[in-house]
């Protein structure tokens, strides 16, 4: 019996993102593989038809490889730190129906998966949490999450398409409070400059039909911007196209490449990574 989601639910919202990353292992096989989100594909009732008629369009395939990129950044990060904290717990913010985590596992790291009730929910129908995994229901403004991440070996955060809905203030005292709580952690997420996120803002909330979203959160200069916000942080962005990956691979056009430059440069497409100082 596949799980159905119906249109116009806040549900409907994790279809995008996890259209794209089956469409992404499809496109960029060499460059990315959620073998997740193909099988779950499978397993929901809900009319794709709308998403896989857009999906022809070259710009709508340069989002899916936008995705790819994304997702590998944050996985690459994610292991990066659990090679020097290979206990962590590893921390999904937003997570959506998203298995970063789990490709990320290591056999000894904890993983945590937050979002909405709402959607844990969903998740918890479809991605019930494995061994040293847990989802869990919150508010990420609400910090009352804290108590419930094991950091006694290190953690790692990674958002991923999540802090543009937030307000500035919002995610400034998020990072600080996160400072304060998990010192040696690392938090890492994307961004983009305001004109970027204006144009995501008018493409990917309509078709997400996502209402009442004004207020959102862009990064041009990460060290400049952000660093004023707590002498314990530790700041650095790399190009979230092009700053972990070459793309010279067959399935990526040289328009892509090209476009991934535009992105990188003119858009500030990022990922930032924030260092929490202090020691574990």
């Known amino acids: 019996m596949n799980y ?7 549900q409907e919202t994790l279809i995008i993102p996890l259209y794209a990353r089956k469409m992404c292992t499809e496109l960029y096989p060499n460059l990315y593989r959620d073998e997740t989100a193909v099988r779950l594909f499978g397993e929901i009732d809900y009319d794709f038809s709308a998403l896989e008629k857009k999906s022809r369009s070259l710009m709508q395939r340069f989002g899916f490889l936008e995705v790819a990129m994304r997702q590998n950044d944050l996985a690459f990060e994610v292991r990066d730190y659990l090679r020097a904290h290979p206990n962590a717990a590893v921390v999904n913010l937003g997570c959506g129906l998203d298995a970063t985590g789990r ?11 937050l979002d909405f009730p709402d959607v844990i929910r969903v998740r918890d129908e479809l991605l ?12 990420l403004n609400d910090t009352a999450w804290f108590d419930r991440i094991d950091a006694s070996g290190g953690a ?3 958002a991923a398409g999540v802090f543009y809905y937030f307000l500035r203030e919002q995610v400034r005292a998020l990072v600080q409070r996160m400072a304060a709580a998990f010192p040696g952690g690392v938090l890492v997420f994307d961004a983009a400059n305001e004109k970027a996120v204006r144009l995501m803002l008018k493409t990917w909330i309509r078709d997400a039909k996502i209402k009442d979203v004004g207020a959102y959160f862009a990064v041009a200069d990460a060290k400049a911007e952000l660093g004023p916000w707590d002498s314990r942080l530790q700041i650095s962005s790399r190009g979230y196209m092009l700053g972990y990956h070459d793309l010279k691979d067959p399935s990526v056009s040289g328009f892509f490449r090209f476009l991934a430059r535009v992105g ?7 990922i930032v990574r924030i260092g929490f100082g202090g020691e574990i």
């Open 156 to 158: 790692i955060f990674f």
């Open 103 to 113: 490709s990320c596992d290591n056999g000894s790291c904890k993983l945590y998966n």
């Open 264 to 270: 990188d440069r003119s858009m500030n497409m990022q």
């Open 128 to 139: 019930p949490a494995g061994p040293r995994e847990e989802n869990i229901p919150c508010d």
């Open 4 to 10: 159905k989601i119906e249109k116009n639910t806040v």
